[in-house]
């Protein structure tokens, strides 16, 4: 068996044995590469979405990691040096394709999830037509997109309110202490806590409107959203496992195992 579940870090006769041996899932995140703030590198979605990927298809078993799309849906973060965005077009035509490939090998479940906020929506809205071309294609795949919009960092912010009391403005949404302790467990050598610095602080769901539209400078002039300040490994390890844990629980209902 391979030491890996990460599909690109297989060979492909590894690959091959895994689907022999009953990995008949796989889970297709979607990330970004977009500005986070002056303390954290583009890749920040990225990096996370991979972790995150890679720890929910351990819980759920059988199951790989296809490579994680990028970039995403990013109009909103432009105004930020370094941001890319593809369109919707791109962006469907990359997932889609991706879904033919998976399906082509074999693979009979197929999850579709984003760590990045703006492609959550879209995501969603196109699943159906996704699995509609699988059918067409004569793949008999289940598209299983678990993108609930605002609901992916609404469990971490509760859970950081709980656990250590950090209010919900402070918590923020975006390059904020959440997604700050997150790297500090994946790739520390890419922050800057120096540079770390409070952004938007307030009430922050009701902003997502207003920074889809306007854009995330018209709320923020460093790009963040909360305060990475109070950030700590530990807490992003306990984040991470909080985050794929709930996460996982749901899948496996939707996939009937449980
Ligand atoms: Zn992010």
Redesign the pocket.
């Known amino acids: 068996m391979a030491d890996s579940i990460v599909m690109e870090e297989m060979t492909w006769p590894q690959v091959k044995a895994a689907l022999e041996g009953g990995f008949d899932t796989v889970i297709l995140q979607s990330a970004?590469v977009e500005q986070?703030g002056p303390h954290m590198p583009l890749l920040?979605?990225t990096l996370?979405g991979a972790e995150v990927a890679k720890r929910i298809a351990l819980k759920l078993g059988k199951t790989l990691v296809a490579p994680v799309i990028r970039p995403g849906l990013s109009n909103h973060h432009m105004a930020f040096s370094g941001s890319f965005t593809v369109s919707p077009e791109t962006f469907k035509a990359m997932i889609e394709d991706c879904c033919s490939s998976l399906a082509f090998h074999g693979f009979r479940n197929i999850i579709l999830l984003s760590?990045?906020g703006g492609n959550f929506t879209y995501i969603d809205g196109i699943a159906p037509s996704i699995q509609l071309s699988m059918k067409r294609q004569g793949f008999d795949t289940r598209i299983i997109p678990h993108v609930n919009p605002g609901r992916y960092s609404r469990i971490q912010q509760d859970f950081l309110g709980e656990k250590y009391g950090v209010p919900l403005e402070e918590a923020g949404f975006?390059?904020d202490v959440i997604?700050t302790a997150c790297m500090m467990v994946i790739r520390p050598d890419l922050l800057h806590m120096d540079q770390a610095a409070p952004g938007y602080i307030g009430d922050n769901l009701p902003l997502l409107d207003r920074i889809f539209v306007e854009g995330m400078h018209s709320v923020t002039a460093n790009g963040i959203i909360g305060d990475p300040r109070r950030a700590t490994p530990a807490m992003g390890e306990a984040l991470l496992e909080h985050l794929t844990g709930t996460l996982a629980g749901e899948l496996q209902r939707r996939l009937g195992r449980s």
């Open positions: 970004s986070h920040t979605d996370i760590s990045h975006h390059a997604e």
